[in-house]
Nanobody
Framework: QLQAFGGGLVQAGGSLKLSCTAS????????IGWFRQAPGKEHEGVSC????????YYSDSMKGRFTVSIDNTKNTVYLQMNNLKPEDTAVYYC??????????????????WGQGTQVTVSS
């Protein structure tokens, strides 16, 4: 199971750094991705990183603002979010997959991998 944490309330233009930790195991060379669900909207992929080599993937709307990174020694994936916008308000989740492109195109059902963390961006 993966646990996301680090969310909070921030003003537009601000930054937050989320963390995703695997409990009881390492990432086993899987891809670890972030996805989110905003109120009244479909969930969408945000970013993904391959634990084997650190290759990063982003959804188009997050490129340049979000940075995903990994620390395999801590079994933790991070999502640095800069220049946050009110439309980034959502519950953010992390999950594992075999492939980053497929993860971003079709992320899992929210809650299926663990609790998310709420990010609220005020205008």
């Amino acid at each position: 199971q993966l646990q996301a944490f680090g969310g909070g309330l921030v003003q537009a233009g601000g930054s937050l750094k989320l963390s995703c930790t695997a409990s009881g195991s390492d990432f086993n060379n899987l891809a670890i991705g972030w996805f989110r669900q905003a109120p009244g909207k479909e969930h969408e992929g945000v970013s993904c990183i391959r634990s084997s080599d650190g290759r990063q993937y982003y959804s188009d709307s997050m490129k340049g603002r979000f940075t995903v990174s990994i620390d395999n020694t801590k079994n933790t994936v991070y999502l640095q979010m800069n220049n946050l916008k009110p439309e980034d308000t959502a519950v953010y989740y992390c999950a594992a997959d075999w492939s980053c492109p497929s993860f971003l195109q079709s992320p899992p059902v929210p809650g299926s991998w663990g609790q998310g963390t709420q990010v609220t961006v005020s205008s």
